[in-house]
Nanobody, 124 residues
Framework: VQLQASGGGLVQTGGSLRLSCAAQ????????MGWFRQAPGEEREFVAV????????MYADSVKGRFTISRDNAKNTMYLQMNSLKSEDTAVYYC??????????????????WGQGTLVTVSS
């Protein structure tokens, strides 16, 4: 299974970015997919997860109302629309595929395939 994250970059505070995660090698539409992020010196943390059908999602409190996760199963691609970006959103963002089918989860240890990460830098 290969996950390829893209779309990161440098943006000013209050700006927007859209991240993409393209998947190959697994039945994409059968698995819940998540976004995580890791800032320098910090642990990797949950950002958002979307169910296999796209009908359900969960967000970390820190991004709720600003970020939107979505997916296009026909294109084997997941997205993260990030609006009203803050300096504390600066991190490497990773996409991941949940290990098992069923309820979407926040625990990163329950994800088995990871993309390489894309850097988001928010400057003031």
């Amino acid at each position: 299974v290969q996950l390829q994250a893209s779309g990161g970059g440098l943006v000013q505070t209050g700006g927007s970015l859209r991240l993409s995660c393209a998947a190959q090698g697994r039945t994409f539409s059968s698995y819940n997919m998540g976004w995580f992020r890791q800032a320098p010196g910090e642990e990797r943390e949950f950002v958002a997860v979307i169910s296999s059908s796209g009908g359900g999602s969960m967000y970390a409190d820190s991004v709720k109302g600003r970020f939107t996760i979505s997916r296009d199963n026909a294109k084997n691609t997941m997205y993260l629309q990030m609006n009203s970006l803050k300096s504390e959103d600066t991190a490497v963002y990773y996409c991941a595929s949940q290990r098992f089918r069923g309820v979407p989860v926040r625990n990163r240890n329950l994800y088995d395939y990871w993309g390489q990460g894309t850097l988001v830098t928010v400057s003031s």
